[in-house]
T-cell receptor
Framework: NAGVMQNPRHLVRRRGQEARLRCSPMKGHSHVYWYRQLPEEGLKFMVYLQKENIIDESGMPKERFSAEFPKEGPSILRIQQVVRGDSAAYFC??????????????FGPGTRLTVT | QKEVEQDPGPLSVPEGAIVSLNCTYSNSAFQYFMWYRQYSRKGPELLMYTYSSGNKEDGRFTAQVDKSSKYISLFIRDSQPSDSATYLCAMGVYSSASKIIFGSGTRLSIRP
């Protein structure tokens, strides 16, 4: 059973470009979460999605950031017009469909975004 | 004040020692508590979770929760060099299961 998959693992973008990060949840999981981790800091929640629905985006910056989890295909975190402060590791996690088990999240290997 | 406080370390102990990792929290609404292990350049791996005060044991790992003191611990017995990693505590509330609050992590090094 493959774990959570994220790609690319490393992404370099120049200021002003767009970054697109992909996440495929574990098989059978229907909840996806995105987190950002800055150096020497813990993970910070960004957004929680189910298929075709954004459930909670309270941790997402209001501008330039968006996320989706379409009916088919991976979840996408998009960052438009990237700035140097967006450089971080972005982790995706997934959890099984039972609502009460959403604390049990399984993380992918992360995408390390570097903005030059 | 951060909702979850965790000493960043680094913590270095000899192989075979008992390791104690700790977190304190300020939000008395937290209902469930977790420990994650994160190796360098990897994603966090869920080690243990619990939702009640007291101890929970899994092999060499014991998670302890004291809700009255707002204090949680992870003990590692017979530590091995392969336990060298960053350990993150995390906690949340059921009514907002989508938002887990993580500590900043403690870097642990086990010396052979």
């Amino acid at each position: 059973n493959a774990g959570v998959m994220q790609n690319p693992r490393h992404l370099v973008r120049r200021r002003g470009q767009e970054a697109r990060l992909r996440c495929s949840p574990m098989k059978g999981h229907s909840h996806v979460y995105w987190y950002r981790q800055l150096p020497e800091e813990g993970l910070k929640f960004m957004v929680y999605l189910q298929k075709e629905n954004i459930i909670d985006e309270s941790g997402m910056p209001k501008e330039r950031f968006s996320a989706e989890f379409p009916k088919e295909g991976p979840s996408i975190l998009r960052i438009q017009q990237v700035v140097r402060g967006d450089s971080a590791a972005y982790f995706c996690a997934s959890s099984p469909p039972n609502r009460e088990l959403t604390y049990e999240q399984y993380f992918g290997p992360g995408t390390r975004l570097t903005v030059t | 004040q951060k909702e979850v406080e965790q000493d960043p370390g680094p913590l270095s102990v000899p192989e075979g020692a008992i390791v104690s990792l700790n977190c304190t929290y300020s939000n008395s609404a937290f209902q469930y508590f977790m420990w994650y292990r994160q190796y360098s350049r990897k994603g966090p791996e869920l080690l243990m979770y619990t939702y009640s005060s007291g101890n929970k044991e899994d092999g060499r790992f014991t998670a302890q929760v004291d809700k009255s003191s707002k204090y949680i611990s992870l003990f590692i017995r017979d530590s091995q060099p392969s336990d060298s990693a960053t350990y993150l505590c995390a906690m949340g509330v059921y009514s907002s299961a989508s938002k887990i609050i993580f500590g900043s992590g403690t870097r642990l090094s086990i010396r052979p």
